[in-house]
């Protein structure tokens, strides 16, 4: 299982900005760049299915939920399976990861984690530093 959280800090007054751009799932792969393509239908409100094609040559059943200033990502099946959930508090991002890969990929787990968790981080200083710069130009 590879888990874990990071969590970015911004200035209270980018949090509805912030929100905005977490909660667009359709500009995804702009800021998650371990995330190649993504192909979802909504099927509800606050709801949307489909498939996420990764950076690396893999791909994933995907159920993403928008509740209130989060967003859950459920990895149904493939290469990934659980959740990566993205909360927007007053002044902090958090990202936090529950996942598992097939036992094929076990071996690889340690270095997976490193990697998905700088891409996490990466992701949210992009997100961030985007609402920020936006801001400074307004």
Known sequence: MIEFRIVKEFPPNLRERIWEIVKDVNSMPNYWKGIRELHVNKVADNMFEGEVRFAFPSTSRVRIEILDHSVILHF???????????????????????????????????????????????????????????????
């Open 76 to 138: 149904l099946s493939g290469i990934l399976k659980g959740t990566n959930r993205i909360d927007v508090q007053d002044s902090a991002v958090t990202s936090t990861w529950r996942v598992e890969m097939p036992l094929y990929m076990k071996p690889f787990e340690g270095r997976n984690r490193e990697h998905f968790s700088q891409g996490t981080e990466h992701a949210l200083e992009r997100i961030i530093e985007t609402v920020r710069l936006t801001s400074m130009s307004s």
